[in-house]
DNA sequence: GTCTATAGACGGATAGAC
DNA sequence: GTCTATCCGTCTATAGAC
């Protein structure tokens, strides 16, 4: 823990603020508009001191994305002990606001090296994670791992929560609700704070 | 429309060329690369043309999605007569090119309205597709509508199609190969060509 | 149709004062 | 730590010659 506060810390620190507002100008107007200057003046500083905290503008961006990378891989490690963990991975991966970012990423790394590589390293992890979860819930239930890996299964249900968000933000809902309610009905198959049992 | 070329039309106009252009530099390094000046250089013309045939970049933008979609729209109606309709989106939806620039545009959509708009319309003409195409081969293999409902089927195919090669495209692999396998298995059941039930 | 030239805005990054 | 000032580059878009 830096610098402790003493008196009222009005403040919270220009580091961190600097990195809040590249988050927020990104999921509003994209990664582009996230400019030295754009997000110097979010944060309530000046342009300068972006490059006093960060080296460039790529270093900012790869502190923000590991910064959201730990934040969601320890919900998610929280998620797998939860009662339910495939649904509570299925709601991680339909925040809105999470996908949105991780898209701006996505196109990030189309373009710049070090993003890419810091993005892949995390979607590993990710995916160990949920195919972790998923593996504890469908041997619980005596699902034949042969038959339903539980890497599929958590590939599915990741993706389609995501997808799901991404084309919300450009105003497609076609089908989604339909999508919902067969989720539903799978995961509460799979739901250990209920009696165990297919149906069917 | 300008110019309709007579003899042998080796340079293929410039307004064509620009657009290709735009297409690669999208994919190659992300939408953010495709400025006026570089789709220009690779079209092998001056920067101000641009402005001659597009009146502004997002115009450019637009025709550039327009003509993609359209393309993409055709190969889809085709697909529904194929033999195994559902195979074939599943195909048209694993190249990666094609995902690639989608991504593109969805992170472009974020910040120009005009593009957004653009891809909403387009996204809910091929959900309609996919969905029919699904509909049809389920129904021919007397599958319950209402507990595997068409358009679940047919975003399940796209979406998890294109988030693999966008995965692929930034180096994640894990889990790709059981999930081709597992979509075969579940391909194989509704492949028309072969007599129906389960096979291999 | 295609070019040169340029206006005007904005970007990343650095030097150095306080 | 935070600022002012500045260098130098690229961008969109336009004017006008050929």
Redesign the interface.
Known sequence: MPAPRKHKDKDAGARRRLMEATVQIMR??????ATSRRVAALAGVKAALVYYYFDTMDDLFVAVLRAGAESSLSEMRQAITDDDPLRALWLINSDARRA?LN??F??????RKVI??E??AF??RV??IE?AAATVALRAHGVNLEE??P??I???LA??A??MC??V????T??HQ??RA?VERFLAQYDASVPSGRTR
Chains 1, 2 share one sequence.
Do not use: C, W
Request: no cysteine.
């Open positions: 509003d107007e994209g990664y582009a508009a949105g898209t701006e996505m196109a990030l790394a189309n373009h890419g590589a993005l892949k979607a590993e995916r160990d195919t339903f890996p890497v599929v958590s590939m599915l993706q389609m995501r997808s991404n084309e933000a450009i105003g497609v076609d089908g339909q999508m067969f």
